[in-house]
T-cell receptor, first 113, second 112 residues
């Protein structure tokens, strides 16, 4: 079936630098996208979301970009901090799917001091 | 703490035994979800409730798995005759009708 695709690379970033995490999705019917952060031994924690009628949304230190033409989603973290070290997942759903989320495999972010 | 609560946090069981996990969602949320996550992978959808009605079940949910949400509040997930392949983190999440899901801390199951 269609799913959000996200390789599982490890992104090493220097503290204070910006991080960019990418995600490709394949379901053209997806209309809602979410980024979650997961620390070891914990459940996923909501970071930011975006609906398909938008192409950019900003939060505190985070920005999500959505390119529906190429089915691509990215998460930008400004001034990365040690507390940002975690695995990041993008997830997608369609309103017709009752908020059921399809997750990718995650990207590990390691922040070097 | 008004987040999603799961109990127990960890469970070790022998193969063939039955286990039951509990999830208490955020009180005003109508929707409740169960996911399973194995190491290095994203969570996989198992099942979803709208109030007390179980509206969808994944093909991952074999006949040994059953979930209930009898009063539209807390939910239980039972696994009968556990197998080693059931070892995973079981995550519960809840959401309002519109908006993102909030996840609990999960129950880590180890079948030995």
């Amino acid at each position: 079936g269609e799913s959000v695709g996200l390789h599982l690379p490890t992104l090493s970033v220097q503290e204070g630098d910006n991080s960019i995490i990418n995600c490709a999705y394949s379901n053209s019917a997806s209309d809602y996208f979410i980024w979650y952060k997961q620390e070891s031994g914990k459940g996923p924690q909501f970071i930011i979301d975006i609906r398909s009628n938008m192409d950019k949304r900003q939060g505190q230190r985070v920005t999500v970009l959505l390119n529906k033409t190429v089915k691509h989603l990215s998460l930008q973290i400004a001034a990365t901090q040690p507390g940002d070290s975690a695995v990041y997942f993008c997830a997608e759903n369609t309103q017709a799917a009752g908020n059921k989320l399809t997750f990718g495999g995650g990207t590990r972010v390691l922040v070097k001091p | 703490d008004t987040g999603v609560s799961q109990d127990p946090r960890h469970k070790i069981t022998k193969r063939g035994q039955n286990v039951t996990f509990r999830c208490d969602p955020i009180s005003e949320h109508n929707r409740l979800y169960w996911y399973r996550q194995t190491l290095g992978q994203g969570p996989e959808f198992l099942t979803y409730f709208q109030n007390e009605a179980q509206l969808e079940k994944s093909r991952l949910l074999s006949d040994r798995f059953s979930a209930e949400r009898p009063k539209g509040s807390f939910s239980t997930l039972e696994i009968q005759r556990t197998e080693q392949g059931d070892s995973a983190m079981y995550l519960c999440a809840s959401s309002p009708d519109r908006g993102h899901a909030f996840f609990g801390q999960g129950t880590r199951l180890t079948v030995v």
